[in-house]
Antibody
């Protein structure tokens, strides 16, 4: 059974760095073809893909946010971490992690975690 | 980045209706297109992948078609549980995924 769960602060201040952790089970990020993506959704708005890390530790980022994002993995802990620097109120959103496989769309998603950026 | 445009933005329909949602890509994505259903406060649920393949467990009233730049999601006979927001997503490059802006399907 594949499950993912996001964790991190519910509230961050402008200019701070956000760190989110995705803890998963039911698959291994050391398996060839396996990846984890981060996707966010501002309240009432559409989904936006942020980043992906694959089984080979290759990392890919949204063109518009790449200077602010870092994705990493700890295969032994079944965790993927996303950091986003210089947070702004427009970054207020629900942040999801999702399992992704080579040549497949994200299939299993976490429940999401709402992050509010406010002073 | 590849842009995805869905239409309509909102669709009003009744239980039992047949509905179609369209998604257009700004460049060819072959068949690397997925459709998701999202209900308020929930994560998106994968319905269709590779343009027309039904994800396991998804009712057969959902179907997808298209290739290249134009795609459709059809629900053959709307059920009460189907009223939600639907998103298309391209994964032509799995490391540069983009979503459509969503189509809200509401009860007429």
């Amino acid at each position: 059974q594949v499950t993912l769960r996001e964790s991190g602060p519910a509230l961050v201040k402008p200019t701070q760095t956000l760190t989110l952790t995705c803890t998963f089970s039911g698959f291994s990020l050391s398996t060839s073809g396996m990846c984890v993506s981060w996707i966010r959704q501002p309240p009432g708005k559409a989904l936006e893909w942020l980043a992906l890390i694959d089984w080979d530790d290759d990392k890919y980022y949204s063109t518009s946010l790449k200077t602010r994002l870092t994705i990493s993995k700890d295969t032994s802990k079944n965790q993927v971490v996303l950091t986003m620097t210089n947070m702004d109120p427009v970054d207020t959103a629900t942040y999801y992690c999702a399992r992704t496989r080579l040549r497949s769309p994200p299939d299993y998603w976490g429940q999401g975690t709402l992050v509010t950026v406010s002073s | 980045d590849i842009q995805m445009t869905q239409s309509p933005s909102t669709l009003s329909a009744s239980v039992g209706d047949r509905v179609t949602i369209t998604c257009r890509a700004s460049q060819s994505i072959s068949s690397w297109l997925a459709w998701y259903q999202q209900k308020p406060g929930k994560a998106p649920k994968l319905l269709i992948y590779k343009a027309s393949s039904l994800e396991s467990g998804v009712p057969s009233r959902f179907s997808g078609s298209g290739s290249g730049t134009e795609f459709t999601l059809t629900i053959s006979s709307l059920q009460p549980d189907d009223f939600a927001t639907y998103y298309c997503q391209q994964y032509n490059s799995y490391f540069a995924i983009t979503f459509g802006q969503g189509t809200r399907l509401e009860i007429k």
